[in-house]
């Protein structure tokens, strides 16, 4: 299952740094691509606005297939401000953009499984896939525009994996 979650969220994180470079945190003193796993990240009262935040949220399985296959649900949520130069009257657009920009990020929707626990990262037998996001209705919260969408991230548990 770890295994799965780190492939689904560096697939992610590197197609973003691609499709979008600007799109970028500074945490922890390193500036890396603007998408993080909320449960590796410490705890704060608010999520950052313009980047995605990956959270777990659900796990199933079907007893009677041969194979274990997992489906973890994945709440993929981010919010905007807007910019500064527009005094956030753009934030519209930029939640927009960043709509355009996630489901850019999903496709295609299968990747390699890796196991990134070593130094070098591993390739595992099997791939993971996802579905197409479900997207939530925006919420507004004083200034900033909050949107949620949920993916459904399948994965086939390999022997020694847990």
């Not at 590197?14 to 499709?19: D, G, H, Q």
């Not at 970028?24 to 590796?40: A, H, K, Q």
């Not at 608010?46 to 990956?54: G, H």
């Not at 200034?143 to 548990?157: M, N």
Request: proline share 7%.
């Amino acid at each position: 299952m770890q295994n799965a979650q780190n492939t689904f969220y560096i697939t992610l994180r590197n197609r973003l740094a691609a499709l979008n470079p600007n799109r970028t945190i500074y945490l922890r003193g390193v500036t890396r691509p603007g998408i993080l796993v909320e449960s590796n990240e410490l705890v704060v009262a608010q999520p950052p606005s313009d980047v995605f935040v990956l959270r777990w949220i659900g796990l199933h399985n079907d007893p009677y297939l041969s194979e274990v296959l997992l489906q973890m649900e994945c709440e993929i949520g981010y919010m905007t401000e807007g910019t500064t130069a527009n005094l956030g009257m753009d934030r519209g657009a930029m939640l927009t953009e960043m709509d355009a920009e996630l489901i850019a990020l999903v496709q295609p929707n299968t990747a390699q499984k890796m196991n990134y626990a070593p130094s070098t990262a591993v390739p595992m037998e099997t791939r993971i896939f996802w579905t197409e996001p479900t997207f939530r209705p925006v919420k507004i919260e004083r200034d900033r525009l909050l949107r949620t969408a949920t993916v459904s991230v399948f994965s086939y548990e390999e022997p020694g994996e847990q």
